[in-house]
């Protein structure tokens, strides 16, 4: 069988019998060993992958590479990323392969070479970032760190901890201090993995009037400490920043250490800003944390190492209580986790540490030099000399007033517009922060929320520069983007005012406040409902606001029309994005509202129309009944009777002329039909006017873009074009009640073939009531008439 299949010419016929011939193999074996193998095969809930012998190398990774780039595989932003592991990333990766492999060994040798590895890398740490005599813990959560450091504290302040526990506690309750511009939900992620009640947790408020706002406030924190004390409490521990999560700057760590001297209180540091102690120059701020008792530092993204652990370095004197509180460990397997921070740091050498992060620092500083000569940028940064964060947002100190005529009368829509230019800055520095992220990836450039600036723009190269690879031609890229943005910006806040009290002044439209969205603004054309209820309403609304958006981006515009973000906006409404100052507002506005109106005339056009068909049938139908009641006298008994009647009607036919009925759209009337059959033809009329369009429609030319100011014809739009389409209307309803040959004087059944179909829908039941109220003879008295 198998030299026969290599004899085939088609390699897919002769792979398909190959595949045949193992998949009847393998049936031969199974039904042959069934009765050996129930016990190993009564098991049917084993996962796909799992089943059978097992799969090859080649298979696991690609279902890996699959996994990891997912179906599609021009995701840019996934594969720049991968792009820079660079060959320090592969040796991060290789230490976690080779712990694996070292666990293994027998454990003599295990010891030494932890012990080795441990001790190498807590040397080199603490002497680069200048930190003498410290010990160094390992951990994958950034945040284990602190909290294996409130357990070493609480052993140390409460000697008794180890053996009664938190009935300790009960005598001085503990409390930890931490700044107000901490991470979210650190205080809390503190007191829950450490057993304390919330109260344990006091949150120490920023400077409000001297010093930076971003910092925490020494003299408040004095009398805070001071209160606990008297009420009986332990001051325990105290939580800063060197370089705060959101801004990047650092409290005043010296005047803290000794704040903590004097209440005996544990100090530590977390942030970014302790890179840089790795720097030949260090400002004096962020060189006062090598005198804190701990503090924590993160390599991976420092370094762009990925999967190395975070490191805190800490000082105590006592390796029972930091054994006590998980600081250290006995177990050789847990030392392994310094193994690829062990790798890397020797890869990179000195050199190559100070070298990326003072490139980030020189990022951040290209990046707050070219703000400085922007308008309309507010940067927020701690020092102007050396800040590795960079914190700036867009805002405008006075809106452009109203200074026509009319802005006295506009007075309440100023004033609510000033008191809520606090949430159309957060909103439009949303736009930009996403807007520059996306224009530029590699700048790392993310959106954060301030306490008291609001939304604000933040640039932190130290926390993703050495991943993304960001170099100073993508800062450069982020300010020209930047500028072509401001002009945007600032033309879109002034001109919301204006577009708001020009839809306020327009009859039928509706201005809707949403200051969460980006943009001009938003509208809603009102439909003008008679009498229905709310559901018809509502749809009627729904259905001329869509029609409304498709015309508007039929239209030939720079501008955006939307239906407004996909969760929590607002229903039945068009969002108009971000516009330039060259946009004729008035014409916009008319513009929407002359659509809208030429969209509810057409609607109500037709369901005129439905209401006038279905009453000129009910007429029909009254008329035809009381046709045929005049005939049944007419024609006498005896010619009702089925039989009598053909037969009396064949000596003696009955001579009547046919009378029809035709129904006049343009008069909405029934009128007779003999007219027509006597002249054998339809009745002449004047042509109907035809459907009235926007004139805005008319004015553009080919390739012309809308909505400009210098390209806007004064004379060729005014007020009377905003009510043409009634005007049309009304000659429509005054015009005679005839119409040209081909469309009066036609037969109803005639008639129904060239309605449009709603109308068709509405009037079908009417339609078969009138033919059911015929008489059964009507047709064969035509039919002998016709033949006659």
């Not at 050495?466 to 993508?474: F, M, N, R």
């Not at 406040?513 to 229905?532: A, F």
């Not at 343009?666 to 009128?671: K, P, V």
Request: proline fraction near 4%; glycine fraction near 6%; charge should be negative.
């Amino acid at each position: 069988m198998d030299a026969t299949l290599e004899q085939m010419v088609d390699p897919t016929l002769a792979e398909m019998g190959k595949n045949l011939n193992e998949a009847m193999r393998m049936l031969e074996d199974s039904q042959r060993k069934e009765e050996e193998n129930v016990k190993k095969y009564a098991r049917k809930d084993i996962p796909g992958p799992l089943q059978g012998s097992g799969q090859d190398m080649v298979s696991i990774l690609q279902l890996v590479q699959n996994l990891m780039h997912g179906e599609e595989e021009e995701e840019s932003s996934q594969a720049y990323r991968l792009q820079n592991v660079g060959e320090q990333g592969h040796m991060a990766l290789l230490g976690h392969s080779l712990a694996a492999y070292i666990s293994v060994l027998d454990k003599e040798r295990l010891r030494k070479l932890t012990t080795r590895i441990l001790s190498d890398t807590t040397l080199w740490l603490c002497r680069l970032f200048r930190y003498e005599n410290g010990s160094a813990y390992y951990h994958e959560d950034d945040r284990e760190g602190l909290l294996k450091i409130c357990r070493l504290v609480i052993h140390t302040c409460y000697e008794d901890y180890t053996v009664e526990g938190f009935n300790v506690l009960c005598t001085k309750q503990p409390v930890i201090y931490i700044s107000s511009a901490a991470r979210t939900g650190l205080g809390q992620a503190l007191c829950n993995q450490l057993g304390l009640p919330l109260s344990c947790m006091c949150h120490v408020p920023c400077n409000t009037m001297f010093g930076s706002q971003h910092q925490m406030d020494v003299a408040l924190l004095d009398r805070l400490i001071k209160d606990d004390v008297e009420c009986g409490k332990l001051p325990l521990l105290l939580v800063a920043n060197a370089g705060t999560p959101g801004a990047g700057h650092t409290d005043k760590l010296g005047r803290l250490k000794e704040l903590c001297e004097q209440y005996k209180m544990w100090l530590h540091v977390e942030g970014v800003n302790l890179a840089t102690l790795a720097l030949g120059y260090v400002s004096s701020s962020v060189l006062a944390a090598t005198k804190c008792d701990s503090m924590t530092l993160t390599l991976g993204s420092w370094l762009g190492l990925p999967a190395v652990p975070a490191v805190t370095l800490y000082r105590h004197e006592d390796p029972s209580l930091s054994l006590a509180a998980g600081l250290t460990s006995s177990q050789p397997v847990e030392k392994l986790r310094a193994l690829p921070l062990w790798l890397s740091l020797q890869y990179l050498g000195h050199d190559g540490i100070v070298e990326r992060i003072k490139h980030a620092s020189q990022l951040s500083q290209r990046l707050l030099e070219n703000l400085k000569n922007l308008d309309f940028i507010k940067t927020s940064v701690e020092d102007e000399l050396s800040s590795p964060v960079v914190v700036f947002k867009f805002f405008q100190k006075h809106l452009n007033r109203d200074q026509t005529p009319r802005a006295a009368q506009t007075s309440a829509i100023q004033h609510r517009v000033i008191s809520n230019e606090g949430h159309i800055y957060d909103t439009f520095n949303q736009w930009l922060g996403e807007q520059l992220a996306q224009l530029v990836p590699a700048s790392g450039i993310d959106v954060v929320e301030l306490e008291d600036e609001g939304t604000c723009v933040r640039f932190s190269p130290l926390m993703t520069s050495a991943v993304l690879g960001t170099e100073i031609q993508d800062v450069d890229q982020l300010v020209d983007c930047l500028k072509m943005k401001i002009p945007v910006l600032t033309s879109t806040l002034q001109l919301r005012e204006e577009f708001e009290q020009e839809v306020r002044r327009t009859v039928g439209l509706l201005y809707i406040e949403d200051l969460s969205w980006p943009g001009l603004g938003i509208v809603r054309y009102n439909y003008h409902s008679d009498g229905k209820n709310d559901d018809n309403q509502e749809k009627e609304l729904e259905k001329i606001n869509t029609e409304l958006l498709k015309k508007l981006n039929e239209l030939e515009s720079d501008l955006t029309f939307s239906l407004g973000p996909e969760f929590g906006g607002q229903k039945n409404c068009i969002y108009i994005g971000m516009v330039t100052e060259d946009l004729d507002v008035l014409e916009l506005v008319e513009t929407i509202a002359a659509t809208g109106r030429e969209i509810e005339e057409n609607s109500r056009l037709l369901e005129n129309m439905t209401e006038v068909v279905r009453k000129g049938i009910q007429e029909a139908q009254l008329q035809l009944q009381k046709a045929n009641e005049e005939r049944l006298l007419e024609e006498g008994l005896l010619r009702q009777i089925p039989v009598v009647g053909s037969v009396l009607n064949w000596f003696s036919p009955f001579q009547a002329s046919p009378k029809g009925r035709t129904f006049n759209l343009t008069a909405g009337s029934l009128e007779s039909t003999e007219s027509t059959y006597v002249s054998k033809a339809q009745g002449t009329g004047t042509t109907p006017p035809p459907t009235p369009t926007s004139s805005l429609t008319k004015q553009r030319h080919s390739g012309q873009k809308i909505f400009k100011r210098g390209l806007r014809n004064s004379d060729a739009f005014n007020e009377t074009s905003s009510v043409g389409h009634c005007d049309d209307l009304e000659k429509l309803a005054q015009s005679p009640a005839t119409l040209s040959p081909g469309q009066e004087q036609r037969p109803l059944e005639t008639l129904k073939t060239e309605l449009p179909k709603e109308v068709l829908q509405a009037t079908n039941k009417d339609t078969e009531d009138i033919q059911s109220s015929k008489s059964p003879n009507d047709c064969t008295n035509v039919e002998q008439g016709n033949q006659r």
